[in-house]
């Protein structure tokens, strides 16, 4: 018999697809280190069901089923059901509370978020409802042959930020850890929501700020989270997106009030690192107005972080395929490859671009000369 191989760890993409084919039957309790994207599965489980998803307040909801996020540690006893007296029969009736969305008879789709940092009487609460999909003494809905799906979320117990679950639950369920997003997976999220592309080329020119210190040889790296350090500020996929929420507003604020929010946001490593980048990025080309007017005669930048900021740009504005054309031009008088390949990896990743990428010609002599980089 042929031995399998196997990694320890689940990726998002892997998780979006085994939750919801077990998750009728298996509780799937998905653990990882801090700002990873665990919360971020259940709008992306939404959103692979089709297109007809809409959001509903903190929720989501499509024809097939209601999506419910429970933040686990904040809640009680009240917020799950109470017991309510029947004068008539003289008896204890449990209501289930409204944010379970029983009344409309629509399966549902619940994340327990932050499951293991419940009080251990939750603990009990929201076990039934992960082992026997009842809320109190309510079945969760059924309809058209589909259940209800129950995940949970979790960070590690090495992570050392008060996390722990009963062995007896523990038994009951599927714990499964969640490789953190490497550099070029984050890119293509990160590409596709439209994160600013000064923090896209900082990760990608400082890939050890995407590093986990379950990875072993990461005392010394400064960027990340690491539970010997008492750092609350790090860089994360999660802190590295809310970092854009200050880059893309920095024409409004000091150049003092923009570092000292990088800092308390990605850590004041990542944000001197990056000061640079947003000096570089006052000063660049533009691809629209520049380089798509001269593409074999604009002068190429010698910074690789000034060549990487327009690949990253190019992906974001280019609309058709004569603008493609044009700008592989321009990206064949780069002499790195791997630069190069930066731009036809994040076209073929983005949603929005891959079509132009799989039909422009240019692309596809470039990467059948450059088919051992990938």
Request: hydrophobic fraction near 40%; charged fraction near 25%; aromatic fraction near 8%.
């Amino acid at each position: 018999m042929s031995k399998i191989n196997f990694r320890d760890t689940m990726t998002i993409k892997e998780l979006r697809a085994f939750i919801p084919a077990v998750g009728e039957d298996l509780t799937v309790v998905v653990q990882s280190e801090p700002g990873c994207g665990k919360t971020s599965l259940l709008a992306m489980i939404a959103s692979d069901n089709g297109d007809k998803w809409r959001k509903v307040g903190d929720d989501y909801a499509d024809d097939k089923y209601d999506y419910i996020y429970v933040d686990c540690p904040v809640k009680d006893m009240a917020d799950i059901g109470m017991a309510i007296p029947n004068h008539e029969t003289k008896t204890l009736e449990y209501y289930v509370a409204s944010l379970f969305k029983m009344s409309n008879g629509k399966p549902k789709v619940i994340l327990l978020d932050e499951f293991m940092k419940s009080p251990k009487l939750m603990q009990v609460i929201y076990t039934r409802l992960m082992l026997e999909r009842t809320v109190g003494d309510e079945p969760l809905p059924e309809r058209g042959g589909r259940r209800s799906v129950v995940f949970a979320t979790s960070n590690n117990a090495a992570d050392m930020v008060g996390d722990s679950m009963l062995a007896h639950a523990g038994n009951r369920v599927c714990i499964v850890p969640m490789a953190k997003p490497t550099v070029d997976e984050w890119l293509a999220w990160a590409t596709e929501v439209g994160v600013s592309r000064v923090i896209r080329t900082f990760v990608k020119m400082f890939p050890r700020s995407m590093a986990s210190y379950m990875d072993g040889d990461q005392d010394d790296n400064p960027y990340i989270f690491h539970p010997k350090k008492s750092t609350l500020s790090f860089c994360s996929p999660r802190s590295f997106y809310k970092a854009d929420a200050i880059v893309s507003k920095r024409d409004r604020i000091s150049e003092n009030a923009l570092m000292v929010g990088l800092s308390g946001t990605i850590g004041m490593s990542a944000a001197k690192d990056m000061a640079a980048l947003l000096s570089l990025d006052k000063k660049l080309l533009d691809v629209r107005d520049e380089i798509l007017v001269d593409p074999k005669n604009v002068t190429v930048p010698d910074d690789i972080a000034a060549q990487l900021m327009i690949m990253f740009q190019a992906v974001d504005v280019l609309e058709t395929q004569d603008e493609v054309t044009s700008f592989m031009e321009f990206v064949d008088r780069i002499k790195s490859s791997e630069i190069q390949a930066v731009f036809f990896t994040m076209m073929m990743r983005n949603a929005r671009t891959i079509r132009l990428a799989r039909n422009n010609k240019n692309i596809s002599t470039w990467a059948a000369a450059n088919h051992e980089l990938f």
